[in-house]
């Protein structure tokens, strides 16, 4: 079966091999095996911190959660009542119907309308829908977000990767020459202070936590023994993380170490707020491509 559908998850395979799973909780993105070699068994790509809960009591630790309408700390007056990251990835999305199922790929929808939760705490009316397709030797997620208030829409979005990788091995390209704010910086002075990117290669060796902006929406993650490639559409920002045991010692279900085993690369619309007005559509699409496909070269 394709597309399996469970209690609190839906799980797609594809006829090469490749699979992914989604809880409905947060539409989470839980794993995602590919085929990297030619008869090789599939390898998993996402890293979900083993302390990560999987019962909707709290946001996934690992694999892709979606953040939605606020990232970070909320900063717009109306997300004064949201936690950091907003309610996307808290909530109990709906299966709505598989979208495509042949051999080019597999591919479902999950939509969230308000909930009365989310209604106490948002004043808008809206329409996510996130559809997750599923290729050979890729992932694509897209969200999709609606306005159905007779205002303005004013949110920020963005696709939480954690990709699985020996993160002191780690080199993330494309982001040279950059404006980006620095998370890590101890005053609020300098984390609002825009830096330049002046590095070819960027590492998380150490603590990272940059907003990069207007980025190319291009990337590759690369490792020795692998990487992949990240492309979106309208996700003009781009956020690289990782905690190290400096603040991942403080995160509860981050696993002993776990800061060793991925790179967030997170590709948004997290500088400023997109405003889209009543009745219209827009839609942030990535594409992660693993190292199983021949078309990429890293
Ligand atoms: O612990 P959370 O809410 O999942 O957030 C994890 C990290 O998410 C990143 O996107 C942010 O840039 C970090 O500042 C934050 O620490």
């Known amino acids: 079966m394709p597309v399996e559908q469970k209690k609190d998850r839906v799980i797609l395979k594809h006829p090469k091999g490749s699979s992914v799973e989604i809880l409905y ?3 989470t993105v839980i794993s995602w095996l590919s085929v990297i070699g030619q008869g090789s068994q599939p390898v998993e790509c996402l890293f979900v911190s083993s302390k990560a809960a999987l019962d909707g ?7 892709i959660p979606v953040v939605f309408p606020c990232f970070g700390a909320p900063s717009h007056p109306e997300h004064a009542k949201l936690s950091q990251h907003g309610f996307a990835r808290s909530s109990t999305w709906n299966f709505d119907y598989v979208v495509m199922d042949n051999d080019a790929g597999v591919s479902v929808r999950l939509t969230l309308s308000p909930t009365p939760a989310i209604q106490s ?8 829908s996130y559809v997750v397709t599923l290729a050979e030797h890729q992932l694509s997620t897209d969200l999709h977000v609606t306005n159905k208030s007779d205002k303005p829409l004013e949110f920020q979005a963005l696709l939480h990767n954690y990709i699985r990788a020996p993160a002191n091995e780690v080199a993330v390209s494309n982001l040279q020459t ?5 998370k890590t910086e101890t005053t609020e002075g300098a984390q609002t202070a825009a830096k330049v990117e002046s590095r070819e290669i960027v590492d998380v060796r150490r603590f990272t936590d940059s907003v990069y902006e207007n980025a190319p929406q291009h990337y590759y ?7 992949v490639e990240i492309k979106t559409v309208n996700f003009k920002d781009v956020v690289v993380w990782n905690p190290k045991a400096e ?7 981050m696993e002993v170490n776990g800061w060793d085993h991925y790179v967030c690369v997170e590709p948004g619309h997290v500088r400023g707020f997109f405003s889209l007005e009543p009745g219209q559509t ?3 699409q990535q594409t992660i491509t693993s190292p199983g496909s021949k078309s990429h070269s890293l």
Not at 57 to 63: A, F, H, I, Q
Not at 221 to 227: C, T
């Open 25 to 27: 909780y947060g539409a």
């Open 57 to 63: 009591s709290k946001p996934v630790r690992g694999g």
């Open 121 to 128: 705490v948002y004043p808008h009316d809206f329409l996510l």
């Open 178 to 182: 950059l404006n980006y704010y620095d």
């Open 221 to 227: 993650v690369a490792w020795p023994e692998g990487g």
């Open 247 to 253: 603040a991942g010692s403080k995160i509860g279900d």
């Open 282 to 284: 827009w839609i942030g």
